[in-house]
């Protein structure tokens, strides 16, 4: 191996461990935000209504868990066929992280005002971000011209991960038309558990590109 490219591989690992450490410290971050609830009387009442009142924050915070822990491995799946870098890949890369550490702010908005549009709005838009730029970075890396990629040659695989950047602000995307067609409690309820359709939408995606998805990267 000559000098030049034992460089662009060390250049190369720098990227992908400084994002995954972005992606560990914004992880970490969610966790902090849980506060240890405050007791107005030390007794076994009082905490369990303390603990009660910290459920929507907590929910935030297993949901922004995993939504991260989704961007987190189509990142690493990404990379995977990355084999050089140029200076717009860097900075589409640094936007994408910009993003992950944005997490922890707009989660923890979410948790402490659940039931407010605004922050549910300000939560789905974080999260919209990071699928667009999840996007454009496999646009940008699949580019035959660019070089920068091995294995994505299949226009067809390209668009099965694109796609599947997608399919976490869809479904949040629901929640709000939801929410801004009902004020019930129940429809806020309903439009914050959309969510839970961010699986069976993975599924579906896979099975439209069963052709290509057979063959996706997994480790």
Not at 28 to 36: A, D, H, N, Q, R
Not at 103 to 108: D, E, I, K
Request: hydrophobic share 50%; charged share 15%.
């Amino acid at each position: 191996m000559d000098i030049k490219e034992h460089k662009k591989n060390f250049q190369l690992e720098r990227l992908i461990l400084f994002s995954d450490a972005v992606f560990a410290i914004a992880i970490t971050l969610l966790v902090i935000e849980l506060k240890i609830p405050e007791l107005e009387e030390l007794n076994n009442q009082a905490m369990t209504n303390a603990l009660i009142h910290t459920i929507p924050h907590f929910f935030s915070f297993l949901l922004s868990f995993m939504i991260i822990g989704i961007y987190w491995k189509a990142h690493h799946r990404m990379f995977y066929y990355v084999i050089n870098y140029n200076g717009r890949l860097l900075w589409l890369n640094l936007f994408f992280l910009f993003f992950i550490a944005l997490m922890p702010f707009s989660s923890n908005i979410f948790g402490v005002y659940s039931g407010l549009n605004t922050a549910f709005f300000l939560y789905v838009s974080n999260i919209s971000m990071l699928a667009l730029f999840n996007y454009l970075l496999y646009g940008y890396i699949s580019h035959p011209k660019k070089k920068l990629s091995h294995g994505l040659e299949n226009r067809r695989l390209v668009k099965y991960y694109q796609a599947r950047s997608w399919i976490v602000p869809l479904c949040f995307g629901i929640g709000i038309i939801i929410a801004l067609l009902t004020t019930s409690p129940w429809g806020i309820v309903i439009s914050r558990m959309t969510p839970l359709l961010i699986f069976p939408g993975m599924r579906l995606i896979r099975y439209k590109f069963k052709d290509v998805a057979s063959g996706e990267v997994t480790r």
